[in-house]
Antibody
Framework: EVQLVESGGGLVQPGRSLKLSCLAS????????MNWIRQAPGKGLEWVAS????????YYADTVKGRFTISRDNAKNTLYLQMTSLRSEDTALYYC??????????WGQGVMVTVSS | DIMLTQSPATLSVTPGESISLSCRAS??????LHWYQQKPNESPRVLIK???QTISGIPSRFSGSGSGTDFTLNINRVEPEDFSVYYC?????????FGSGTKLEIK
């Protein structure tokens, strides 16, 4: 059974940093591209960042480019999102999602990030 | 970036009705369009891939059609568990974008 379990969320002040993790199990992690997708309270889905299976290709949404860094450790079956210079508009539920070809076929339960003073 | 416009924003229906939800792309995306369902307090799940391809485990009352810029998600005879939010997502080019969603609610 495919499982994606996010962690590392919480309350953080504007301008500070936070690092999210996503532990994957139930599939060969190193064979799949992975993504972070977020959802602000009461809002829709926003794709944030994507990383290919071998970390060769990385993409970011313009809203986070230069502030967020996606990475992965295939030996640990773990995906990361390093978030810096956080803003109130980054407040959201952050999902880790597997990319099966070009769609997001499995999602974690999400981890909440709240940016507030 | 490719914009996806979903309509209507909200649709009120009675269980048993058959409905269609629309997703329009700002430029042609061939059939690189996928549909997701998100129930309250749950993660999204994929319903339809590549505009019309079925997903294992998804009820047959869900179907999709379209290509280019206009796409439709059909639900044949809405069941009570179908009341949720539906999103379309394009994978034709980066950044992969989502539509703003259509909320299906009980009339």
């Amino acid at each position: 059974e495919v499982q994606l379990v996010e962690s590392g969320g919480g309350l953080v002040q504007p301008g500070r940093s936070l690092k999210l993790s996503c532990l994957a199990s139930g599939f060969t992690f190193s064979n799949y591209g992975m993504n972070w997708i977020r959802q602000a309270p009461g809002k829709g889905l926003e794709w944030v960042a994507s990383i290919s299976s071998s970390s060769s290709y990385i993409y970011y949404a313009d809203t986070v480019k230069g502030r967020f860094t996606i990475s992965r450790d295939n030996a640990k079956n773990t995906l990361y999102l390093q978030m810096t210079s956080l803003r109130s508009e980054d407040t959201a539920l952050y999902y880790c999602a597997r990319r099966g070809t070009s769609l997001f076929d499995y999602w974690g339960q999400g981890v909440m990030v709240t940016v507030s003073s | 970036d490719i914009m996806l416009t979903q309509s209507p924003a909200t649709l009120s229906v009675t269980p048993g009705e058959s409905i269609s939800l629309s997703c329009r792309a700002s430029q042609s995306i061939s059939t690189n369009l996928h549909w997701y369902q998100q129930k309250p307090n749950e993660s999204p799940r994929v319903l339809i891939k590549y505009a019309s391809q079925t997903i294992s485990g998804i009820p047959s009352r869900f179907s999709g059609s379209g290509s280019g810029t206009d796409f439709t998600l059909n639900i044949n005879r809405v069941e009570p568990e179908d009341f949720s939010v539906y999103y379309c997502q394009q994978s034709n080019s980066w950044p992969f974008t989502f539509g703003s969603g259509t909320k299906l609610e009980i009339k």
